[in-house]
């Protein structure tokens, strides 16, 4: 069978400059030559089956990476490692190890690098010759992969471990420019766990860098890395003045993929304030811009975003079409995580049509890709949305072991906004069983958490929840100061919710009067 996926093994053997038929000449040493014959058998006589996984189709080159490190010949090692695979994303074989998700494949060749890179460190006698600067080369390669890896998976300290390993190294040579790059990559891990201050102090002080620098490209991802965390944070004013400066930069410098990351990062905006035809438009622009480059993950993302704005308006044939389009895309790339995301999506519209069990359907998939790959806060937020659609059913005391399973993974990954969203849907099965002493402590927790990260959003529900708590506990006037905080912020913030608050105030008055 013709595995179209890599390049064939003959050429990537002349590419290495390893003749098959000269072993004993080139390589006069035993273990060398056991080693290179090694390396011929996986490039030129494996051959997987026809329906073989990914990871088995480049089974062959992990093997043949693995060999080549043994042998300490990093020249080779890293002509593997940076191959450029025949997907439509033409990624780099250690790339597409993320994209696929097999996140622990990936971390295990930067591992095995980066155990080779400390061993002849530590050895006081080892001179730095050409082969093993080679392999020096590959040292920031190997510390943002492995940050990107566990990144991926909301293993979110262990990937600022790395990051600040990546950023302790440029500034030891002062690189500005992978010094910039780490520390934004820091705040990206600081926004997944919810730690928003911190993330917007990495990320100022990135673009101080990066500015100092001339890094133009730099800046523009900086600018729109800090407007995707105030969105986060609901500041919606301070998110757009962002991505604008964003989008300006892209312009300018034609950088399409930034351009279309940063008008889908608009869009959702517009989206939350309910300004469907700006963020259509938005979405439309971004779209064109992935089809004309042939970002088809990015035309995913823009397609599933889609989906989201038509669900939100209620018009759920069209989001159903946009979904399945993503769907399909994510399976034809092999994107793992845009695959999960669509089947969210499609979950979702589901739940709105009230078919709970096609919902509860695409989120066991969901959850099912998120364990398989370690998704760690992927796992966390399938649980979440399960324990939602238990709930509509009736199910409070499945929806609550749902949600507890929510609690406990994202406590272990530190990802405070996960940990509120968690406690109130927790709350509220409980206010569903009548507990509402209890229901109450797990909304205060909620809210103490949401008030702590600065999320506005999950501050104005968990007040919203407690006021039909308060309510049932008969404190009516509590119900009211909670119900006209509620208000105050979902007004201020543009979102839905303002006016179911205002109708619960107005009912509120009735009972006092």
């Not at 979405?283 to 823009?302: M, P």
Request: with cysteine.
């Amino acid at each position: 069978m013709q595995n179209n996926l890599i390049p064939p093994g003959e050429l990537v053997l002349e590419k290495l400059g390893v003749n098959p038929h000269n072993l004993g000449a080139d390589f006069p040493n035993r273990e060398q030559r056991l080693q290179y014959r090694a390396v011929v058998q996986w490039l030129a006589d494996y051959k997987p089956k026809s329906d073989a996984s990914n990871l088995e189709k480049v089974r062959g080159y992990l093997e043949t990476f693995h060999h080549l490190c043994e042998l300490e010949d990093w020249e080779r090692a890293g002509k593997i490692l940076l191959t450029r695979l025949n997907t439509p994303t033409k990624e780099q074989l250690h790339n597409h190890l993320n994209t696929w998700g097999y996140y622990q494949e990936q971390a295990d060749i930067y591992d095995r690098l980066l155990e080779k890179i400390n061993e002849k460190i530590n050895n006081r006698n080892f001179i730095w010759d050409s082969n093993w600067l080679e392999l020096g080369s590959f040292i920031n390669i190997i510390l943002a992969g492995l940050g990107n890896s566990y990144l991926g998976i909301g293993e979110y300290e262990k990937a600022i471990g790395y990051y600040q390993e990546r950023l302790r190294l440029a500034r030891n040579t002062r690189d500005r420019k992978g010094e910039g790059w780490a520390l934004a990559n820091i705040a990206l891990a600081y926004k997944g766990m919810g730690n928003y201050n911190q993330a917007i102090n990495c990320l100022q002080k990135s673009l101080e860098i990066v500015k100092k620098i001339g890094d133009r490209q730099g800046e523009g991802a900086c600018l729109r890395n800090l407007g995707l965390v105030y969105k986060d944070i609901c500041d919606y004013d301070e998110a757009i003045k962002y991505l604008q400066e964003s989008l300006e930069i892209s312009q300018d410098l034609s950088d399409r993929h930034g351009q279309a990351g940063t008008l889908i990062g608009l869009a959702n905006i517009y989206e939350v304030l309910g300004k469907y035809f700006e963020a259509i438009h938005h979405l439309e622009e971004s779209l064109k811009i992935a089809q004309n480059i042939g970002y088809r993950q990015l035309e995913g993302t823009a397609l599933g975003n889609m989906g989201n704005i038509y669900y939100d308006r209620g018009e759920f044939l069209e989001a159903l079409e946009y979904h399945e389009q993503h769907l399909a895309i994510t399976e034809e790339i092999g994107d793992i995580h845009g695959k999960a995301n669509a089947l969210e999506g499609l979950s979702n519209v589901y739940f709105s049509q009230r078919n709970y069990a096609k919902s509860i359907d695409y989120r066991q998939q969901q959850l099912t890709i998120a364990k398989r790959i370690g998704d760690r806060k992927g796992e966390g937020n399938a649980f979440g949305g399960l324990g939602i659609a238990y709930m509509s059913q009736g199910k409070y005391y499945q929806a609550i072991e749902s949600h507890q399973q929510h609690l406990i993974i994202a406590e272990e990954i530190g990802d405070l906004r996960g940990q509120a969203t968690a406690l109130c849907n927790w709350g509220c099965g409980l206010f569903q069983l009548e507990e509402y002493s209890e229901a109450k402590l797990y909304l205060c927790r909620a809210l103490e958490i949401s008030q702590k990260i600065g999320e506005r959003s999950g501050e104005a529900y968990a007040f919203r929840n407690l006021v039909a708590v308060y309510q049932k506990l008969g404190n009516t006037l509590l119900a009211l100061e909670y119900c006209d905080r509620a208000l105050s912020i979902a007004t201020e913030l543009g979102i839905s919710l303002a006016k179911e608050c205002q109708e619960s105030k107005e009912k509120l008055l009735s009972e006092l009067s």
